[in-house]
């Protein structure tokens, strides 16, 4: 949703001890003193969301403050590592807008 301000964050869980147990949130990470027309979220698509061993690498979308709540021009590639039973975010890279050729 653009003007309602609604995002997502999905929630991943362990069930290996016979009990669920939360190994982490995937949050849209932009730094709270960003000035921006609406709250971050993530992508959509194939390869938007990507599990792989020991790590998730999800492509989020930030909106700069002229952007208009429809049109999120930052991309940005974000990487939760799972490390000591849990899934704490270890990198965010902001990587050009999506009108500039900045890759992805």
């Not at 849209?28 to 599990?51: E, L, M, T």
């Not at 790590?55 to 999120?72: F, L, N, V």
């Amino acid at each position: 949703m653009a003007a309602g301000q609604i995002t997502n964050s999905p929630v991943l869980y362990s069930a290996d001890s016979g009990a669920l147990r939360v190994l982490g949130v995937l949050v849209p990470r932009q730094p709270a003193g960003a000035k921006r027309s609406h709250v971050p979220y993530f992508a959509v698509g194939p390869g938007a969301i990507a599990i792989q061993p020991g790590k998730i690498i999800a492509r989020e979308r930030w909106h700069a403050p002229s952007d208009a709540t429809c049109c999120a021009s930052i991309r940005t590639t974000m990487v939760w590592t799972y490390t000591g039973g849990i899934l704490p975010p270890t990198s965010t890279t902001p990587s050009g807008t999506l009108n500039d050729g900045g890759g992805l």
